[in-house]
């Protein structure tokens, strides 16, 4: 919010490493506090740079599709100083004649808005406009042409960005920032191609079989859920035990139709905004979900496992249903009986107000806990991640 108002933000109290990389990573633009440096009244003790943190104030660019997408359809147009005099602003739309604004930037490479072409048109075709602008007791400088415009940082999810840009009537652009400094403008027309090209990308990376977004959307979804520490968020992995033997056994048809039965399982017991579901791949699931306490979470979980099971079962032929079990031979190559298929779920908790900032944190927490949950008798286990 602080951004899109043109404000710094400033955290004050950070005090550990762990604080640095998460206000770094949430976008802060300057730091205070012991970690970087103890307070002083003595000017000498000032450092230009601290080893500790030095390059580590530059955020990393974000990989998600937004910003890629964001990236590429960025306009860096020459922008003016408020400071500037109004000639420099005439010579910027004499050399564009094309271009009808300008974006107008403070003293610290800080956006203040836009400047239209026609505010100074009225002027310069006035008889004596030109002259008027100049005369040091009219005192008009460029500031009191700018209008104000939308303004966002260059990580800003795309849907955001349009609500903000539609939030302002009329405006011509959103100008965008890179660590609160200018970095170029949003068309909107940039904006609508952006969109569209996400819908697209969004749905080319569906699984074709369930229809359920990716593995990028997984990895966006993670990311942003990570440092969004409003609630608690549960991050849940799905996975089938003992479907190679069954799928060795019917034919690749017939996994799918285990794969498509439990997707449809997923849709059934999770719904709303804030949930999502995702297809990692083969009988990998993923599911994340807010806004619910860890019962909750465990009773649709199991009620999921324990509807899967008898489901699944009758894709069996009524021999293997009998015994309960089926030959087959094991991702070693040794031939042995396994037990008929089932859904095992791992699940990490990020309780409300811990933030994360490695997403690599949660996928190495996420593969212990999953070999847990299929040696567990239910099939669940749910751990909780506090930092401690």
């Known amino acids: 919010m602080a951004h899109v108002l043109g404000t710094r933000v400033i ?18 633009d300057l730091m205070q506090g012991y970690f970087i440096a103890r307070p002083t009244t003595h ?31 960025i306009e860096q147009l020459p922008a003016v100083r408020e400071s500037d005099d109004l000639d420099a602003v005439f010579d910027h739309f004499r050399l564009n004649p094309r271009q009808p604004f300008f974006p107008v930037l403070n003293a610290n490479g800080e956006p203040r808005g ?18 008027l602008l100049k005369n040091r007791i009219y005192q008009r400088r460029i500031s009191h042409f700018v209008t104000p415009a939308p303004i966002a940082d260059l990580d800003t999810p795309a849907d955001e960005m349009l609500k903000i840009f539609a939030g302002m009537d009329g405006s011509d652009c959103v100008i965008l920032t890179e660590n609160m400094r200018y970095a170029g403008i949003l068309s909107a027309a940039s904006l609508l191609k952006i969109i569209n090209e996400k819908q697209l990308k969004t749905a080319q990376e569906q699984n074709p079989l369930t229809g359920l977004p990716g593995n990028r959307a997984i990895r966006d979804y ?54 999502f579901l995702g297809h990692v791949g083969g009988d990998d699931f993923f599911v994340g979900a807010s806004g619910l306490d860890e019962e909750e979470i465990r009773a649709v979980l199991l009620r999921l496992i324990n509807e899967f099971r008898p489901d699944v079962r009758q894709l ?13 031979y094991g991702r070693d190559g040794s031939a042995r009986d396994f037990p008929l298929m089932r859904c095992s779920i791992a699940v990490l908790t990020l309780p409300e107000g811990f933030i ?18 299929k040696a567990s008798k239910d099939g669940l286990v749910v751990e909780l991640l506090d930092g401690r």
């Open 316 to 328: 069996y032929s009524p021999e293997h249903q009998s015994a309960g079990c089926i030959s087959g």
């Open 356 to 373: 994360l900032s490695d997403s690599q944190t949660v996928s190495k927490r996420i593969a212990e806990i999953k070999a847990r949950a």
């Open 43 to 73: 000017m000498a003790e000032l450092q230009p740079a601290y080893p500790h943190v030095d390059g580590g104030g530059v955020r990393r660019h974000s990989s998600t599709l937004d910003s890629i997408l964001i990236r590429k359809e």
């Open 114 to 131: 836009i400047l239209p072409e026609y505010h100074v048109k009225e002027m310069i075709y006035h008889p004596f406009g030109r002259d």
């Open 11 to 28: 955290a004050e109290g950070v005090e550990t490493e762990a604080e640095f990389l998460v206000c770094r990573d949430l976008g802060c």
């Open 222 to 275: 993670v990311q942003h859920a990570i440092l969004d520490g409003d609630e608690t968020r549960y991050f849940c992995y799905c996975d089938f035990d003992d479907f190679k033997p069954f799928n060795d056994t019917y034919g690749f048809q017939k996994g799918d139709l285990a794969i498509t039965l439990f997707a449809a399982l997923l849709r059934r017991h999770f719904i709303g905004e804030e949930k």
